[in-house]
């Protein structure tokens, strides 16, 4: 059972864009959500992370936008960059559980310059 | 400060074999938890470890097993491989069990020939 989908599976952005990532979950216990980059051949880094009781949270170019009620989130990379091409994971877990992460299926973005 | 650090980072091996692999989590970090990721894919979850006991478990079958020791370092270990096991496996590690903020190390990537 998949309980987080993320889409679009791949996204094309052209350099200075906006690249926009979306996510919805179906456990209603997830209380911490957060957006991770992996470059190939790399594990997972912590890009960003929310939690629902705030709608928005913005780090540098990267922005999470969270609809409790929908059960969706979203990242925004404002001014998308080539450096910015790799694939991006939401995830969710709740404060019990920890590193205990259940994934999305990833987005594959290419920023072209 | 050094990362999360697995070992090894690559391996071969061929159905019906044992494989045994290893992580040391971050100084500091008490609680190491196991990913799978097939090619295209998100991670999904295998074992939390805290404090050497294992505090949660995912849908793998009990060919799937690990084990924390006192140092906190971690070992996974799978018997009687399928081509299916070929995955790249990743260990995260937390200051604790509950702690949301996880950071992953570079995964290894198995190959079942």
């Known amino acids: 059972q998949q309980q987080v989908k993320q889409s679009p599976q791949s996204l094309i952005v052209q350099k200075g864009g906006i690249s926009i990532i979306n996510c919805a979950y179906e456990?209603?216990?997830?209380?911490?959500f957060p957006w991770y980059q992996q470059f190939p051949g790399k594990g997972p880094a912590l890009l960003i992370a929310i939690r629902p009781d705030v709608s928005e949270k913005k780090e540098g170019r990267f922005t999470i936008s969270f609809n409790k009620s929908a059960k969706q989130f979203s990242l925004h990379i404002m001014d998308s960059q080539p450096g910015d091409s790799a694939t991006y994971f939401c995830?969710?877990?709740?404060?019990?559980?920890?590193?205990?992460?259940?994934f999305g299926g990833g987005t594959r973005l290419m920023v072209k310059p | 400060d050094a990362g999360v650090t697995q070992s090894p980072t690559h391996l071969i091996k061929t159905r019906g074999q044992h494989v045994t692999l290893r992580c040391s989590p971050i100084s500091g970090h008490k609680s190491v938890s196991w990913y799978q990721q097939v090619l295209g894919q998100g991670p999904q979850f295998i074992f939390q470890?805290?404090?050497?006991?294992?505090?949660g478990r995912g849908n793998f079958p009990d060919r799937f097993s690990a084990r924390q020791f006192p140092n906190y370092s971690s070992e996974l270990n799978v018997n009687a491989l399928l081509l299916g096991d070929s995955a790249l496996y990743l260990c995260?590690?937390?200051?604790?069990?509950?702690?949301?903020?996880?950071?992953f190390g570079q995964g290894t990537r198995l190959t079942v020939v």
């Open positions: 995260a590690s937390s200051v604790w069990a509950g702690n949301t903020e996880a950071f």
């Open positions: 470890y805290y404090e050497k006991e294992e505090r």
């Open positions: 995830a969710a877990t709740y404060n019990n559980a920890g590193n205990m992460l259940t």
């Open positions: 456990n209603t216990a997830f209380d911490y």
